[in-house]
Nanobody, 126 residues
Framework: QVQLVESGGGLVQPGGSLRLSCAAS????????IGWFRQAPGKEREGVSC????????YYAESVKGRFTISRDNSKNTVYLQMNSLKPEDTAVYYC???????????????????WGQGTQVTVSS
């Protein structure tokens, strides 16, 4: 059974940091493109970052470039999203998702991702 489980969300002050984890079971994560998406109240879901199955290349939305870092630990079958310099506008439910090989992973086409975690809440507030 394919399963993705996110953890690491919480409440943090502006300028703070959090590290989200996406633990996979039922499949080997390194063979899939893993994306992080987020959805704030009243807004559409948006892609944040992804790591390609092809060569491990990483991609970021413009809004998080230079602040967020995606990484993968194959020994733990887990993908991480290190989030630094957090802003109130980063507040959202964060989801990880798995897709096969994507031709243009930087497009963050969420309909190409087949398996999704349950999400973890990130709140940035003073």
């Amino acid at each position: 059974q394919v399963q993705l489980v996110e953890s690491g969300g919480g409440l943090v002050q502006p300028g703070g940091s959090l590290r989200l984890s996406c633990a996979a079971s039922g499949f080997t994560l390194e063979y899939y493109t893993i994306g992080w998406f987020r959805q704030a109240p009243g807004k559409e879901r948006e892609g944040v970052s992804c790591i390609s199955s092809a060569d491990g290349s990483t991609y970021y939305a413009e809004s998080v470039k230079g602040r967020f870092t995606i990484s993968r630990d194959n020994s733990k079958n887990t993908v991480y999203l290190q989030m630094n310099s957090l802003k109130p506008e980063d507040t959202a439910v964060y989801y990880c998702a798995a897709a096969g090989l994507l031709m243009r992973p930087e497009n963050f086409e969420d309909d190409l991702y087949n398996d999704w975690g349950q999400g973890t809440q990130v709140t940035v507030s003073s």
